[in-house]
């Protein structure tokens, strides 16, 4: 029940979320090109770039998947892993650790705490199973607002990287 201060609840995700997780991929390429950041996601919808929507349905059938609903309804999702994906060239942890492969939410829900929630279901995960160590990357451009939001809820910069011309911030919390 994490998040429940804000009406949030955190249950288990899987292979029948990939169509609302979709959406949520798809609401945040908008909500980002309508405000001119066509850096982070580019333009295209997930549900129409080649491989969009079977890189979801790979996610949320292969990996550990968090919803979180208001009334029943999914606001947000998040994709836990072992490590980064074949894309992100970073130096492997050196130890166990829960990987945030991908963190959305429904923008019609912004302000409303969606992504603190799974960053703090996160840690309980990472906490439950004895693993200290929880990492994500994130889009490092925009001024950095993406690298705050993960400050804010407890991450620490550790190593940049590029991903093509996409630059990318990896961000670690120690799990106590």
Do not use: K
Request: proline content about 7%; glycine content about 14%.
């Amino acid at each position: 029940m994490d998040g429940a201060a804000h009406g949030i609840r955190i249950r288990p995700g899987g292979p029948t979320d990939a169509p609302a997780v979709l959406a949520m991929l798809d609401g945040a390429v908008a909500w980002m090109n309508a405000r001119g950041n066509t850096e982070q996601w580019g333009t295209e919808p997930w549900s129409r770039r080649p491989g969009g929507a079977e890189r979801v349905a790979a996610y949320t059938a292969e990996m550990d998947v968090h919803v979180a609903e208001s009334d029943g309804v999914p606001v947000g999702a998040m994709v836990l892993h072992s490590g980064p994906g074949p894309a992100i060239a970073v130096a492997p942890a050196g130890e166990p650790e829960q990987y945030v492969r991908l963190l959305v939410s429904d923008r019609r829900y912004a302000g409303r705490g969606v992504g603190a929630a799974l960053l703090a279901h996160a840690a309980d995960v990472a906490r439950r199973t004895g693993i200290e160590l929880l990492r994500v990357d994130c889009w490092a451009g925009g001024g950095g607002r993406l690298v705050a939001f993960y400050e804010r809820n407890g991450f620490t910069p550790t190593e940049r990287f590029l991903a093509g011309d996409w630059p990318g911030q990896v961000l670690a919390r120690r799990i106590t």
